[in-house]
C-alpha cells in the first residue's frame, strides 16, 4: 500500500472533503476523478487534481479546471512605516476604474482570462488613496479583495471537529445545535475509549455516535437507540471511516426494545425467481441484525451510556439505565 493511502491528511478518491471558499462559506462534496467541482462564482476544478494534495493548505484554481497551491497574504509581511490613515477620507471616486470597468474585469476572471491577483493589483493601482495607507491597512485592503475575487479554496477533513462546526454555522437544527466544545465535554464525561461498549441515543443525526466511533477507532462497540425502523444518523456518511469503525456501530428502533425474536424459518418456493431470492436474504440479514442488537442490548453492561433526545430524558433513562453497568457513565 502506498504512503498516500495510509496517510490520513492526504485526500483520497471517493473521500467527503468540506471545501471552504474566501468568502469563509462552505459546502461539503465527495471527491469523483472523473467530475469536476463548482464552487459558484469561485471558479470549479477538476476533483482528480485535489487528489493526493494535503488538507489544510490553500489552492488557487487555474484555467482550465486546474489547482496549484496558494500563499494569503497576511500582515506578517507588513512593515513598519510612518504612514498613518489620518489624511484619508472615504471617497468612491478615489478608484479610478469605473464601475463597468470593474465588472468587466468580473466576467473576465470567472472565464479565466484575468487571474484574481490582476484584478487586485489593477484595483490597487487605481486607487489614489492606497499609497497613503499604512502598511497594515494595505493588507487589510488586499485581504478584503482577496476574499472577494480570489478563486481559492481550503479543503478540510470531514473529522467530528470540522463537521460539528460545519453544521453548527450552517444547519443547527441537524446536530440539535450542539458545539464542538459541547461535544467535547459529552466524550470526556463519558470516559470514551477504545474496546468500551457505548449505549447511546443520538437524535441529532449522528453527530455524538459518529463522535463516539471516532474516539474508538481501535476497538469497541456503540449500540445506538433510535426512532423509526431505520436509523437516520446523516452526519456519520460524511466522515471517512474504514469499514471496520462502521461495522462497530449497531442499531435498535425504540419499537423493538421489549421484542422477542424468532427464529427466520421463511422458505423458497420452488423456481423462485431471483428477485424472490434477493427478498428472502435481505429479511434474513434485516432478522440477523435485529437478533445481534438485542443480544448486545441485553448482555447489558455498557461501559456508558449517552443521552441527546428530542423525548424527556426522564422516561429515556428510565427505559435505558438498567443496561448500564455498575458505576459507568450516564451523559
Not at 510612518?82 to 470567472?110: G, Y
Not at 470531514?158 to 463537521?163: F, G, P, R
Not at 443525526?205 to 471516532?214: C, D, E, F, M, N
Not at 423462485?272 to 432478522?287: M, N, Q, V
Request: charged content about 25%.
Amino acid at each position: 500500500m502506498i504512503a498516500s493511502q495510509l496517510d490520513p491528511m492526504v485526500i483520497k478518491s471517493g473521500d467527503n472533503v468540506i471545501i471552504r471558499m474566501p468568502s469563509t462559506n462552505a459546502k461539503i462534496v465527495t471527491l469523483n476523478p472523473a467530475k469536476s467541482v463548482s464552487l459558484g462564482k469561485f471558479g470549479s476544478f477538476n476533483a482528480s487534481e485535489l487528489i493526493g494534495k494535503t488538507f489544510g493548505h490553500t489552492y488557487e484554481i487555474e484555467k482550465g479546471g486546474s489547482i496549484v497551491p496558494h500563499t494569503i497574504a497576511g500582515f506578517d509581511s507588513a512593515d513598519i512605516t510612518e504612514a498613518n490613515n489620518k489624511e484619508i477620507v472615504d471617497n468612491p471616486k478615489s478608484q479610478k476604474l469605473t464601475f463597468q470597468e470593474i465588472e468587466q474585469l468580473k466576467t473576465m476572471s470567472l472565464s479565466g482570462d484575468v487571474s484574481a491577483q490582476e484584478i487586485i493589483a489593477s484595483l490597487t493601482e487605481n486607487n489614489e488613496s492606497f499609497d497613503k495607507k499604512t502598511e497594515f491597512s494595505k493588507s487589510k485592503y488586499i485581504l478584503r479583495k482577496q476574499r472577494k475575487f480570489m478563486k481559492s479554496f481550503v479543503p478540510l477533513e470531514t473529522s467530528v471537529y470540522n463537521l460539528c462546526n460545519y453544521f453548527f454555522e450552517f444547519n443547527p437544527g441537524k446536530i440539535r445545535g450542539i458545539r464542538a466544545d459541547t461535544l467535547s465535554q459529552v466524550l470526556s464525561l463519558a470516559n470514551v475509549y477504545s474496546n468500551a461498549r457505548i449505549l447511546a441515543v443520538d437524535d441529532g443525526q449522528g453527530i455524538i455516535i459518529g463522535a463516539l466511533l471516532s474516539r474508538m477507532a481501535a476497538g469497541g462497540q456503540v449500540l445506538g437507540i433510535h426512532d423509526g425502523d431505520v436509523s437516520n444518523y446523516d452526519v456519520i456518511r460524511y466522515m471517512n471511516f474504514t469499514t471496520d469503525t462502521r461495522d462497530r456501530l449497531q442499531t435498535l428502533p425504540w419499537s423493538k426494545l421489549y421484542h422477542n425474536v424468532e427464529p427466520f424459518t421463511e422458505q423458497l418456493a420452488e423456481g423462485a425467481s431471483e428477485d424472490d431470492r434477493f427478498g428472502r436474504e435481505r429479511r434474513l440479514r434485516g432478522h440477523s441484525r435485529l437478533s445481534d442488537s438485542l443480544d448486545n442490548l441485553r448482555r447489558g453492561e455498557f461501559d456508558a451510556l449517552v443521552i441527546s433526545t428530542n423525548y424527556n430524558s426522564k422516561s429515556v433513562i428510565e427505559r435505558l439505565v438498567p443496561y448500564l453497568g455498575g458505576s459507568r457513565m450516564l451523559v
